[in-house]
């Protein structure tokens, strides 16, 4: 009965590599966020979909790519991995814009 | 002046003891006022949440908020060793291009020892 589910958990990948993470959620939601919380726990907003439409584009490189196959995914492309990507990414849902935010249990990103 | 500050801590109490968690910020457009928490490689999980000054009561815990001083608080009656995570204060605003935005403060890492 997983809401938010993201997969990998962990990503361990060399500098210079293409990666991404998936993120799915079965809870019906019409809104989906990826967030990046970095080594000091701070949490910041990346991308945020809703209906598989861009609505929110923080200053993210545009290294980062957001794909939204339909309303119940959200991936998260990434090339040319630099050593600063390493973080643990979230991804998150909620109904629709301004309604509550549900988290996934987060990918951790290790760039070496 | 960053748009929401909270002390990182960490913050370290006795099971029992009553924790205030505190946050402020600077943007008038938030408002609405939640806690997050987080418990270690887990993702956030809404705690508590409200849009109107005053207090906001859910069993041990007790959401504050002081619009006028742009001030949020969250207090935990009766700690325990379960409480122990990190409390992330969050807001958001009521309308824009960017509704559903979250603002997060850096999280306050709290420790509560049997």
């Known amino acids: 009965d997983t809401a938010v589910s993201q997969t990998p958990k962990y990503l361990v990948t060399q500098m210079g590599n293409d990666k991404s993470i998936k993120c799915e959620q079965n809870?019906?939601?019409?809104?989906m966020y990826w967030y990046k919380q970095d080594s000091k726990k701070f949490l910041k907003i990346m991308f945020s979909?809703?209906?598989?439409?861009?609505?929110i584009n923080e200053t993210v490189p545009n290294r980062f790519s957001p794909k939204s196959p339909d309303k119940a995914h959200l991936n998260l492309h990434i090339n040319s991995l630099e050593l600063g990507d390493s973080a643990v990414y979230f991804c998150?849902?909620?109904?629709?814009?301004?309604?509550?935010?549900?988290f996934g249990p987060g990918t951790r990103l290790t760039v070496l | 002046q960053k748009e929401v500050e909270q002390d990182p801590g960490p913050l370290s109490v006795p099971e029992g003891a009553i924790v205030s968690l505190n946050c402020t910020y600077s943007?008038?457009?938030?408002?609405?006022f939640m806690w997050y928490r987080q418990y270690s490689r887990k993702g956030p999980e809404l705690l508590m949440y409200?849009?109107?000054?005053g207090n906001k009561e859910d069993g041990r815990f007790t959401a504050q908020v002081d619009k006028s001083s742009k001030y949020i608080s969250l207090f935990i009656r009766d700690s325990q060793p379960s409480d122990s995570a990190t409390y992330l204060c969050?807001?958001?605003?009521?309308?824009?291009?960017?509704?559903?935005?979250?603002?997060f403060g850096r999280g306050t890492q709290l420790t509560v020892w049997p």
């Open positions: 979909y809703n209906n598989k439409e861009l609505i």
């Open positions: 969050a807001f958001r605003r009521n309308r824009g291009s960017t509704l559903g935005r979250l603002y």
């Open positions: 409200t849009y109107s000054s």
């Open positions: 809870l019906g939601h019409d809104t």
């Open positions: 943007n008038s457009a938030f408002q609405y």
């Open positions: 998150a849902s909620s109904v629709e814009r301004g309604d509550t935010q549900y």
